[in-house]
């Protein structure tokens, strides 16, 4: 069954988002913050119950604090951060624009970079990244930090392609994984990491791979277009439905078999999303200036995994 019903934030397109309680949360959204240039890379700190994302053009990293709803500032300068993640250690690797690396921090807070070449060849300007069961760091490199000094430093790409790349967590060596992509941008892994979802901002739509043994990628297929707007980040929840950031048509929810079946009205363009809270069903949106949040009926993907399912 399908339909086209408006409700408040709601925008159900097929039955399946009503039924898999996609739209049984809180009937609007909360903002927590304003005043960015532009809001990026949204990350949940379970251990300290805080929200982190970037401001990219303004070179700072924010924070906020869900026991006091208090914002300050995580990291000033922060090299023009887009994507965050957490390895399996809690440790926060970050995508460096303006630095053209991937970095992680310590515990002790110092930084270690884990990739800022391909083939002795300077990055372009990572985007964002997720991590393996294995440990290993998979980012999105395209060229969104050098055409300008908006979102990092204008310069001349070295490698003269916009590819996804992952770093083996044995010997740090940062190999191509995946190519052919004008614009790739976020990626998150399927529920047994069997599969690879990328999104490719330029194309207006995401592809996804399928994962071999040894870390490579089959030839990719797409999953989903969206020729009205374009796609930034995306995400999955536990059941295995993808949500996907849209620039100017909210958050798209896709049924795993790629049927669009409904949206998140957000009354600005969207650049990232992020499962958080206590529970893990509250979705964190960062939305051009802003940053805002609802609780949901549908919760993320388990923060912690234990090898594949």
Known sequence: MSGD?????????DDRFRTGKCANGDTRLEKLHG???WAEGPL???AWRQLIWSDIPNDRMLRWDESTGTVGVFRSPAGH?????????????????????????????????LADRYRGMRLNSPNDA?????????????DFGITSDYEGHRAEGEI?????????????????VADGFTGPNGLVFSLDER???VSDSRAAHIRVFDVREDGTLSDG??????????????????????????????????????????????????????????KNNRLFITATTSVYSLVMSVTGTPRVRRGRI
């Open 5 to 13: 019903i408006k409700y408040g934030l709601y925008h159900i397109l």
């Open 35 to 37: 005043n960015c240039r």
């Open 44 to 46: 949940y700190l379970p």
């Open 81 to 113: 951060s887009n994507g965050n993640t957490l390895d399996r250690e809690g440790r926060l690797i970050s995508c460096e624009q303006g630095n053209r690396r991937v970095t992680r921090t310590e515990h002790d807070g110092s930084v270690t970079v």
């Open 130 to 142: 997720v991590v393996h069961s294995d440990g290993s760091v998979w980012f999105s490199d395209p």
């Open 160 to 176: 003269g392609a916009c590819n996804v790349y992952r770093i083996d967590p044995a010997d740090g060596e940062v190999r191509l």
């Open 195 to 197: 599969q690879l979802f």
């Open 221 to 278: 297929k797409v999953f989903a277009e969206s020729p009205r707007s374009s796609f930034d980040n995306i995400r999955l929840d536990d059941g295995g439905r993808l949500w996907a950031a849209a620039f100017d048509e909210g958050v798209h929810c896709y049924d795993p078999d790629g049927t669009l079946i409904g949206r998140l009205l957000v009354p600005e363009p969207v650049s990232n999303l992020a499962f958080g809270g206590p």
